[in-house]
């Protein structure tokens, strides 16, 4: 069920810290899926997150539901927690970044 009630502080939070677009984000999950002997299907490949992720920048905001509210906070939290308020872009390791990316945040992008 659509939920109007997404604050606007979180709504746009939660569009600066996913600096990725769907596309680059859809592209990440799947390469970072695609094993040696099988591809996962597209609506499958990567974590379960970076999925609500994917599928939160595809909505309009009316048609967020408090489901999607719980994932934007979670996500929102995680990357200022790694990141700061104001990151500049840093390469950081690769787990590290690999694990950013995969919620829609590259560190690497200026903001």
């Known amino acids: 069920m659509a939920n109007s009630n997404v604050s606007e502080d979180l709504w746009d939070e939660f569009h600066v810290v996913v600096n990725m677009t769907s596309r680059e984000l ?20 990567g974590s379960p997150t970076g999925q609500q992720v994917l599928h939160i920048l595809g909505k309009r905001r009316s048609d967020v539901t408090d489901a999607d509210i719980g994932v934007m906070e979670a996500v929102v939290g995680t990357i200022r927690a790694e990141r700061g308020d104001e990151p500049e872009p840093t390469a950081g390791d690769a787990a590290w970044r690999h694990r950013l990316m995969s919620l829609g945040h590259d560190p690497l992008r200026p903001t």
Do not use: I, K, T, W
Request: proline share 5%.
């Open 26 to 45: 859809d592209e990440f999950l799947r390469a970072d899926a695609a094993g040696e002997d099988s591809e996962q299907l597209p609506d499958q490949a």
